[in-house]
């Protein structure tokens, strides 16, 4: 059985830092893209951001350029989010996920593109 257990949230003041881990069993996802998503209270889940199988190629939401990277560790089956800088909006449950088709680079920043989820982890920023 798929799994993928997000970790690493927890509450932090602006302008603090948190690395978040993804940590998939059941399958091995060396070759297919992962991505991050987050879903703030009352709204609908958005990109974050994404890496493909290689690391060569990530795409992030213009709200986290230059604050957050996004990495992977293939022989672990992880992917991991780098935040920082982080800001009172950055507040949210954070997703990790496996693209729905295995592609060599990043093709897709919505939801409907990736198959397997977690079960989120909580970012919380106060100002």
């Known amino acids: 059985q798929v799994q993928l257990v997000e970790s690493g949230g927890g509450w932090v003041q602006a302008g603090g830092s948190l690395r978040l881990s993804c940590a998939a069993s059941?399958?091995?996802?060396?070759?297919?893209?992962m991505g991050w998503f987050c879903q703030a209270p009352g709204k609908e889940r958005e990109f974050v951001a994404a890496?493909?199988?290689?690391?060569?190629?990530?795409v992030y939401a213009d709200s986290v350029k230059g604050r957050f990277t996004i990495s992977r560790d293939n022989a672990k089956n992880t992917v991991y989010l780098q935040t920082n800088s982080l800001k009172p909006e950055d507040t949210a449950v954070y997703y990790c996920?496996?693209?729905?088709?295995?592609?060599?680079?990043?093709?897709?920043?919505?939801?409907?593109?990736?198959?397997?989820w977690g079960q989120g982890t909580q970012v919380t920023v106060s100002s």
């Open positions: 890496i493909s199988w290689s690391g060569d190629s990530t």
């Open positions: 996920a496996v693209a729905r088709v295995r592609t060599p680079v990043v093709v897709t920043t919505s939801v409907n593109g990736y198959e397997y």
């Open positions: 059941g399958r091995t996802f060396s070759s297919y893209v």
